[in-house]
């Protein structure tokens, strides 16, 4: 009786709490943005009639966006096929991106000499805005596959060396002595303490690579595409059509908001399965400084 | 500094051995600081060697070529107009990013606000600056609302995150007895909540302006007709990579300078006062 009495006394209050829970102002925070947008629409068409163009309707949106779902629309490739070419240049430079930066990040972990070779470099690229990437591969490498996959690698590359780098560091070297101690021999003690004890900070490399990847690459397609999301955004946005640039901007955040929370988490469950006490730092391992910066432009 | 007392306190036989250790250890720094000069000497001669070698020089333009291009820049008096355009635009859209992350990460304190504004905190951080950019054009053409308005989207879900974090980590206990007291919100917000807060807001600072100097420039690219952003397009519409490449150079190591050397500084000063907690 005493556990349950917060919670007892009358039906009218557990309403109100219900009103006040964090639930409640999620559900409420798309009616508001939806009515603000109304209410701006309407005041903007008060005061210039003439700018009903630019501002789009809701209902505009959602019928564009219904279109493209449907695999109806005026691009020269539906939403699907646009989203695919992407993530295979995604992918393609993804995987160069590990393989380098996991290289590279070994090297940088194992080795101070190496890690003052490469530090600076890395840092002076990991801050460098994704646009100059984007803009010098359009021009260096024309337009095609070629600049966007370069575009993925240099944007993907230093965050790949620091969670390696990371991993490499925090390696559990009495295990791996221990194993050395015992006459396992190298290969086997590589295999079964360090690969095991980088892994979560490996996927953390695929996970950030992959985010910031995503924004890189749709930069490069911008400018330095003939297809793909990023083009065909500019597509839409050259055609002026606002509908079309918000319509496919909500494509976006829906993609992105799929491969974080569905894919990437899922993954990282049935990755760290076993070890039932690091599933925390599987989700999020020693986030450093670079790693939360979220990088955009 | 004790090299002066170690004789006459210590027994020589550990003086000899803590010199011994200073002396391994200045010995690394000297090894590292060598290997770090080779870093830069090998990549910039990487550079200058593939422009030309296994690039087109039109195409790959080496830092010499960058550098003397800087100088011809500079001569023609483009650059300081350039660089206060953008600076003044990144001050005004950071200050105005500012206060909406911190006021929204203040309003989530509160239960209902928290949950409504979770999701807008997620979009925030998740959706690219060019998206921000792109319709901010579109809606706004040329007028100065746009970049500013995509300069705090971009931005304030980062300065709100790390305030939501440091509103995480209150200190529960004090607050309760601040309101026990019969202390007033003001006056607990003055003198509880906000100096626990500023290292975290020190820290979104940090991170909000990496983050708001690129979205600026992106979006000049887009929708500007001045500012180092619109002279970038101009560059790569003319197919000028030499130029394109020291105007994004250099507006990047002023970027890095104020990051990484002013803001810190900042920092440290602020924070000299307390010695445990730096954020």
Redesign the interface.
């Known amino acids: 009786m005493t556990s349950t009495s917060p919670i007892s006394p009358t039906r009218a209050p557990s309403l109100t709490r219900a009103l006040k829970s964090p639930l409640s102002g999620r559900l409420t925070f798309p009616l508001v943005c939806l009515g603000v947008w109304l209410l701006t629409i309407q005041a903007v068409t008060t005061i210039w009639p003439f700018a009903v163009d630019v501002l789009p309707t809701p209902w505009q949106v959602a019928g564009f966006m219904w279109d493209e779902i449907t695999g109806n629309t005026l691009a020269p490739q539906n939403m699907y096929e646009t989203f695919w070419i992407s993530l295979q240049r995604l992918g393609a430079g993804m995987a160069i991106a590990m393989v380098v930066g996991g290289v590279i990040g070994l090297a940088m972990g194992l080795s101070k000499s190496v890690n003052a070779f490469f530090n600076d470099w890395i840092v002076a690229i990991l801050a460098m805005p994704n646009l100059a990437w984007a803009l010098f591969c359009s021009l260096a490498f024309g337009f095609g596959d070629t600049g966007p996959i370069v575009a993925v690698v240099l944007t993907g590359v230093p965050f790949v060396v620091i969670n390696v780098r990371e991993g490499v560091r925090n390696a559990p070297t009495d295990l791996y002595d221990m194993a050395r101690a015992f006459g396992v021999p190298r290969e086997r003690a590589i295999r079964h303490v360090l690969i095991p004890s980088l892994m979560p900070f490996l996927f953390a490399a695929g996970r950030y690579a992959f985010a910031l990847g995503w924004k890189g690459l749709v930069v490069a397609e911008v400018f330095g595409g003939q297809d793909g999301a990023g083009w065909t955004i500019k597509f839409w946005y050259d055609a002026h059509r606002a509908y079309g640039v918000i319509g496919y901007a909500l494509l976006f955040v829906i993609f992105a908001l799929f491969f974080e929370k569905f894919l990437f988490d899922r993954l990282s469950r049935r990755f760290f399965r076993w070890r039932p006490s690091a599933n925390a730092t599987a989700e999020d391992p020693a986030p450093t400084d670079q790693q939360r910066t979220p990088q955009h432009g | 500094m004790s090299t002066a007392v170690a004789p006459t306190t210590s027994p020589p036989r550990r003086a000899s051995q803590a010199e011994l250790a200073r002396k391994a250890q200045r010995r690394?720094r000297i090894?590292?600081?060598?290997?770090?000069l080779?870093?830069?000497l090998?990549?910039l001669s990487l550079w200058e060697f593939s422009s030309g070698r296994l690039?087109d020089e039109t195409?790959?333009p080496g830092p010499t070529a960058v550098f003397a291009t800087f100088g011809e820049l500079w001569q023609s008096g483009k650059v300081p107009g350039a660089f206060a355009t953008t600076l003044t635009r990144i001050g005004i859209g950071f200050l105005l990013a500012f206060v909406v992350g911190v006021l929204v990460g203040m309003l989530m304190q509160n239960?209902?606000?928290?949950?409504?504004?979770?999701?807008?905190v997620?979009?925030g951080?998740?959706?690219?600056?060019?998206?921000w950019a792109?319709?901010t054009?579109?809606?706004f053409?040329n007028r100065e609302a746009g970049p500013l308005l995509a300069i705090v989207l971009?931005t304030f879900a980062?300065i709100t995150v790390n305030v939501s974090e440091g509103i995480k980590s209150l200190p529960k206990d004090l607050i309760d007895m601040a309101k026990s007291f019969g202390v007033g919100v003001l006056k607990r917000n003055r003198h509880i909540v906000i100096p626990h807060l500023a290292p975290f807001i020190f820290t979104g600072v940090r991170?909000g302006f990496?983050?708001a100097?690129?979205?600026?420039?992106?979006t000049e690219?887009f929708s500007s007709s001045s500012g180092i952003?619109f002279e970038?397009r101009t560059a790569?519409q003319l197919?000028r990579?030499p130029e394109?490449?020291t105007w994004?150079l250099a507006f990047?190591i002023l970027?890095?300078f104020l990051?990484k050397v002013v803001l810190e500084a900042i920092e440290r000063r602020f924070f000299g006062w307390r010695t445990t907690l730096k954020a």
């Open positions: 690394d090894k590292a600081w060598g290997w770090r080779a870093g830069y090998f990549f690039m195409l790959l239960r209902w606000l928290s949950g409504f504004f979770k999701d807008a997620t979009i951080v998740t959706t690219p600056g060019l998206i792109l319709i054009a579109i809606i053409g971009t980062v991170f990496s983050i100097w690129k979205v600026t420039v992106l690219v952003g970038m790569t197919f990579l394109f490449l994004i990047y970027a890095l990051e």
